[in-house]
């Protein structure tokens, strides 16, 4: 369907027909406007953009690619700029600068007026990552003594500009945030009723501070079911909201981030396509190196057991398979606990609870693979007699119990000590469960094959 | 501050003050009376459900976990249950049904009337996590020649029952989505404005039909930053929404069932601590089975080799350490690639760039990790001389370079075929790198060391 929508578009943009254009254009979503930008050259995107009406242009700016929004404002002029920065809303024109290079967002700044340009800088003052770095300030506030009627007027007059009018706030005369009223509960209202008396207060009030972790208001916003979050400053004054659309993204954001920590990735922002080889590689050398000197103990412990690998025939061939299937049995324990404690489905004092159903199901793991290790021996003809193959079984069995011991443990621990658990995943779970694993296979060995 | 509301409120219950219990209730989020409520014994936790005001008792169900909403409807009598149903939003109702054990879906369905029992009966009809079984019928429809005011009143008499009314679906006369409306506009509209005038129509209406994966919807809603996706069947009438709230647990469900198959685990829509054994023992024991049979290959390998191994020391010693290597850095690969797939941020036609950053990344990653190693090598006084150090770190850095090929190739090829990507995980890069690690260190090891 957009395929071919755009293909009209170009059809009118090769004909000159921009009038036309401007119609189509503004009949679409704002997203599908910024996604037909981003398929044309630079120059003709300027143009296109030009003609779009001023009410949707800074919308459609919103969703554009940094790389985009930096080549319009570098081709806007002074006024269009002004205006642009005008239009935005305060936490996308925050966003925008956070991304753009330093040169774009002085000039941006310097064609903002004085209020505007103060209120920017306090936001990009924020720590990375806090409700204050991600908030809006385009919000309803209502003052509590207010009826619903005049309510209902308060917004009719001011909740054209505002980011969301679904939850109202209320505040008192310090602008201490008092309560919220979702704009449902005004609408199906006595218009004489006080919004003091038919808001949500006290112990229902829900909000964050401005310094708060965005991952936290992502959980609050999700654990409540909330169109916005309130963000109050120490006094609890009202100085922003965060909306769900935002929560959105920061959840997405907060997976991407898990997801590269449990692959030892040193956690980026950037989009994969966009990031530069070198960046890239620094991201990923660090943890590389310190997994590769940490296999030093595995090569120790072969070192040590050389003389006996070369004797009996067999050994050798089996230590990827055992390695494997212990890093494996490792990986799939703490991927399940790492989320697990991630969504608040396990919490520190389940260890024992955890520990216990892993050591069954590593029982039960570990058995089932042993006994098919021993067949699948057979089948391919492996080197080495029934001696070898049961001894090789039998650290299979406790190499999968240990694993699965090592993969609960290590995420749980690491709660523990305030480091984040997706470190002890796939990766450093394997280089650990490797070192126990041919500790296991070569004391059985030594044990029942010398 | 949770914890201390919980400990007054016990407090109230040991005093039996159940009046006074029930106000403190009342003023709290019914996702906290929830959390409250499962923290009783189960008798207990009936009595306090009892005296709920029964305008918040159902939402308060809603938030639940299954294993209390049976225990509930279990002790309820005939005519709470009738209630208890009737007030239930349908989505809610019908996630509760589907979790629930068959005895209970018999009951509830007995105690409500026809009309409830055929709707909830064709809800549980639709595919598991199609759009039909997750949305909600509780929508305000307009039609399209209200007048604003007209409008307003209609979601002033109906909208009290409604999930969401910040977003009010437009209609024909034959039931057929013609038009959104968000309540904002409506509230900032003139009254005598034409609903069909002011409504978004044609190209920016965003639907989704009954039997499109959630995973789609959740992609949708998160594009288009929308509130509730419309979900239309065949003939494109008008059948329910999807609100936000779901969509946000759509996601981290998605979220969920990637890590889960990257960890080679079979999903499972059920919490961790709530699964049993048995059941989380069958999730994992196919992959392993399948790995560990796999590995035959690099047994083979080895086999083949095992007379140079004997001959000369230190090889040996540095399989683990080669085959991590490979394995971690086609992992950091595959997940990047994964992730990028899964948010469209990489697509299957970027296959080339993406091989070609890779190569270059591995190119540095791998020269740093050849020489550390030789580094390394010296330091620890591995087993045998510089000529194996060599061959060691030379066949580190080719592994490293195919790891990483491998590791963005078989995501996308997987996305080709229509498998899933995340199945192209660390388990499965490592069991493939393996081989190829351990074929190269061989081969250099027979030109160079032999």
Not at 209 to 222: C, H, K, P, Y
Not at 419 to 430: E, K, N, S, V
């Amino acid at each position: 369907m957009e395929t071919k929508a755009f293909d009209e578009l170009f059809a009118l943009l090769r004909e000159n027909k921009l009038a036309e254009l401007r119609n189509r254009l503004c009949e679409m979503n704002v997203v599908d406007i910024a996604e037909f930008l981003e398929e044309n050259e630079p120059e003709r995107m300027m143009l296109i953009f030009r003609i779009l009406p001023k009410d949707i242009s800074a919308d459609v700016f919103s969703y554009l690619d940094s790389d985009y929004q930096t080549h319009i404002v570098n081709a806007a002029t002074d006024k269009e700029l002004t205006t642009l920065v005008d239009d935005l809303y305060l936490d996308d024109a925050v966003d925008f600068l956070e991304e753009v290079p330093a040169n774009v967002v002085k000039r941006v700044l310097a064609h903002t007026d004085s209020e505007t340009r103060a209120l920017i800088n306090s936001f990009l003052q924020y720590p990375d990552n806090s409700a204050g770095s991600i908030m809006t300030i385009e919000m309803v506030e209502l003052h509590d003594r207010l009826t619903v009627d005049e309510a209902i007027k308060v917004i009719r007059e001011t909740g054209v500009d505002k980011e969301t009018i679904y939850t109202c706030y209320c505040i008192n005369d310090n602008r201490k945030l008092i309560g919220t009223i979702p704009l449902r509960r005004l609408i199906l209202s006595k218009g004489t009723d006080k919004v003091r008396d038919i808001m949500d207060d006290d112990e229902q009030l829900i909000y964050v501070n401005t310094l708060e972790d965005q991952e936290e208001v992502a959980d609050i916003a999700r654990k409540y079911d909330l169109l916005s979050v309130p963000v109050v400053d120490n006094e609890k004054r009202l100085v922003g909201i965060i909306t769900i659309d935002d929560i959105v993204d920061i959840i997405e954001e907060e997976n991407t981030e898990d997801l590269e920590k449990m692959a030892l990735l040193h956690p980026s922002d950037n989009e994969y396509l966009k990031t530069g080889v070198f960046a890239l590689a620094k991201n990923r050398i660090i943890w590389l190196l310190i997994l590769m000197v940490s296999a030093t103990f595995t090569g120790k412990i072969i070192e040590n057991y050389e003389n006996m690998l070369s004797a009996i025939a067999g050994l050798t061939a089996c230590i990827p398979m055992l390695m494997d299937t212990g890093g494996n049995s490792g990986n799939q324990t703490s991927t399940l606990v790492i989320r697990g404690l991630a969504l608040g489905e396990i919490e520190i004092k389940d260890y024992f609870k955890v520990l216990w159903k892993e050591f069954r199901v590593s029982l039960i793991c570990g058995g089932i693979l042993a006994a098919a290790n021993i067949a699948r021996m057979f089948v391919v003809g492996s080197a080495g007699g029934l001696s070898v193959f049961l001894v090789v079984s039998g650290a299979m069995f406790f190499a999968v119990v240990v694993a699965k011991a090592i993969g609960c443990t290590l995420p749980i621990l690491a709660k523990l000590v305030h480091l984040d658990p997706a470190l002890m995943a796939g990766p450093m779970i394997t280089t650990i469960v490797d070192a126990v694993t041919l500790i296991i296979y070569f004391a059985l060995a030594s044990i029942f094959l010398l």
